[in-house]
């Protein structure tokens, strides 16, 4: 059953709640991008959370098909989740997706329907997470650098001091990972942080590479900055043997989704977002 109808967008999913339902709530974003270096991040951060549904979010401007697993249809949606923090000091909200929108129009629309949701859950701060691709980067046993940029100068240099980080200094954040901030902090005042992780420059042409190393050096990041309840405690020795299971996911995901796919750049390769 459709609950509410905004643009094409439709929550199809809701927790019934109250903006003092959270305790100074603070929310995580890692929606698909290059080698879904946040997607997976936030996927892993849910699961140790346990994190519980609070709202599911179709857009026609998502691909044009349905996604089968384990014999069950579902259109590609977005999804809110939160977790409650048993010591009640701060709660967590976390945004991911199936996919990004097709097309810039989609990704604005979707990105202000989602900052609007989190204003109004009283969120003061959007931590986003992705890739941030260069050239030839050196795996070996050297974890990933992790670049940092803000939406407060002041906010950005506490985090630096904090952390081993390095400043965006210039470029564009494409995708809602990016936009969400951005348009938290331009209508509603929210501050905003976004934490992209080192991964190699081939990523962008290669949709097959997957980057765990990435995506589990943000999950470490945010434990440590953030002061979550993660028991897990992973390293570059255990990357290994969580990848096959997270591979195997995305390789099915996307499977269902690449044949509805139809926005190409000017070279004919699939647009891709950070």
């Not at 998502?62 to 259109?75: C, E, F, K, R, T």
């Not at 810039?104 to 959007?126: D, R, W």
Request: proline content about 4%; aromatic content about 8%; overall charge positive.
């Amino acid at each position: 059953m459709v609950h509410k109808m905004n643009n094409g967008i439709q929550i199809i999913k809701y927790m019934d709640y109250n903006k003092s339902d959270f305790r100074n709530p603070i929310a995580f974003i890692g929606c698909p991008g290059i080698a879904d270096v946040g997607k997976f991040a936030l996927d892993s951060l849910i699961g140790q959370l346990n994190a519980k549904n609070f709202m599911d979010i179709i857009f026609d401007d998502y691909p044009a098909g349905a996604i089968v697993d384990n014999s069950i249809l579902s259109a590609p949606k977005a999804e809110i989740l939160f977790w409650k923090d048993p010591s009640k000091l701060r709660d967590i909200l976390l945004i991911t997706a199936d996919s990004q929108s097709l097309t810039p129009k989609g990704i604005y629309k979707i990105s202000n329907f989602l900052t609007e949701i989190l204003y109004q859950c009283g969120v003061k701060l959007i931590i986003a997470v992705g890739a941030y691709p260069v050239s030839n980067r050196k795996i070996n046993n050297r974890l990933p650098k992790i670049y940092i940029s803000s939406t407060n100068g002041e906010l950005l240099d506490n985090f630096l001091i904090k952390n081993r980080c390095e400043k965006i200094q210039k470029g564009v954040i494409i995708g809602a990972n990016g936009l969400i901030p951005t348009l938290a902090k331009a209508r509603f005042d929210i501050e905003g942080l976004v934490f992209l992780a080192e991964t190699d420059n081939m990523a962008i042409v290669n949709d097959d590479i997957t980057d765990l190393r990435a995506s589990i050096t943000l999950l470490e990041m945010l434990k440590k900055s953030f002061t979550l309840p993660i028991k897990k405690k992973y390293s570059l020795e255990n990357i290994d043997n969580i990848t096959k299971n997270l591979q195997i996911k995305r390789d099915q995901l996307e499977k269902d989704l690449d044949a509805f796919k139809l926005v190409e750049t000017d070279d004919k390769r699939k647009s891709l977002y950070i």
